[in-house]
């Protein structure tokens, strides 16, 4: 990591409220060399440089404390994080706050296995690559309704990632979704998603990620009611058909 990258990095997550020590700052290093190794052989991500890196995808994977505190992060509590790709948001949030105990749940083997290889080199005991489609891990009681916090970034409509989500949330868990500014017609669409799937209504922050001109948001949906047993409906079909 350059003096500068290093410098940014450090004052954008402390706009953030976060204090990154050399812990931190060395598995940030660890995870960015070990993901351009890896990316090398296999499609992870399309954003490579290491100043990008830092910026879109750990200081946006961090992000996540603009809606759930700190301080709920630093006690710890349970997340999973669907669809998690390179791993993030939720290998980032593991580095940064090691009593929140994190799964890494990826439809696709391979990235477990780089996930795997990158858990161990950073010497993260509080993290679990998980190779599933939500479709079919929701329907096992070990996860069903049982994570205080499930997020994720991927890139689907908030209906769809309702369906995937809310059933590994616990009752008096939430649900949160990072979408850039652009998702009012998002949440809107998903209303009787989110309801039938128990939901309350989301909540949701819009502010520019730190040191940067992206404008990002996070919606949070609380989970206040049990999601019916028949959700997630059968694998491709939340996609496909999202819940109107």
Request: glycine share 6%.
């Amino acid at each position: 990591m350059t003096e500068s990258i290093k410098k940014e990095f450090i004052e954008n997550a402390a706009e953030l409220g976060i204090d990154l020590d050399e812990r931190m700052l060395h598995n940030f290093e660890l995870y960015y060399h070990n993901l351009l190794e890896w990316n090398s052989v296999m499609n992870l991500t399309a954003i490579t440089d290491e100043k990008d890196v830092y910026e879109k995808h750990f200081l946006d994977s961090l992000s996540i404390v603009r809606i759930v505190s700190r301080e709920t992060l630093e006690k710890g509590c349970s997340l999973l994080d669907m669809g998690t790709g390179a791993g993030f948001p939720g290998l980032p949030i593991a580095i940064v706050f090691p009593n929140v105990q994190v799964i890494l749940m990826d439809s696709l083997n391979k990235r477990i296995r780089f996930l795997e290889d990158t858990v161990q080199k950073l010497g993260l005991t509080n993290v679990t690559a998980v190779h599933a489609r939500a479709e079919e891990l929701a329907k096992n009681k070990k996860y069903r309704e049982k994570s205080d916090i499930c997020c994720s970034r991927a890139v689907a409509n908030l209906a769809t990632l309702s369906e995937y989500c809310l059933p590994f949330v616990k009752k008096g868990g939430q649900f949160i979704s990072y979408k850039t500014d652009q998702v009012t017609d998002e949440i809107r669409m998903g209303a009787r998603a989110i309801a039938l799937l128990g939901g309350a209504q989301p909540e949701t922050i819009f502010f520019r990620l730190p040191g940067t001109e992206y404008q990002r948001s996070l919606v949070r949906i609380s989970k206040i009611k049990e999601t019916p047993s028949r959700y997630p409906r059968k694998a491709g079909t939340p996609s496909k058909e999202p819940i109107q």
